[in-house]
């Protein structure tokens, strides 16, 4: 199980997030778990499709704005 973390900046702050690497019958996901700007525990997971790494649905909304940084985490770290 391959397990990293990546600062990523979420609007005005920079926050940790620890990304999973969990492989079952569907495949590869990663499993991700930080905190939220009120310090909050959040986790959400991202799986492949076609060729790029999206949020399940039903992430929260934040999330969504910085899929793609959360994604070039992934490619930049994950070898496959």
Do not use: C
């Amino acid at each position: 199980m391959e397990t990293f973390n990546k600062e990523i900046v979420v609007g005005k702050e920079t926050r940790v997030f620890e990304f999973t690497q969990m492989r079952n019958v569907n495949g590869v996901k990663f499993f991700v778990t930080s905190k939220d700007a009120n310090k909050k525990a959040v986790s959400f997971s991202l799986t492949k499709k076609d060729r790029d790494w999206k949020l399940l649905p039903g992430s929260l909304r934040w999330l969504y704005d910085i899929e793609t940084k959360l994604a070039d985490a992934i490619e930049s770290t994950h070898q496959p």
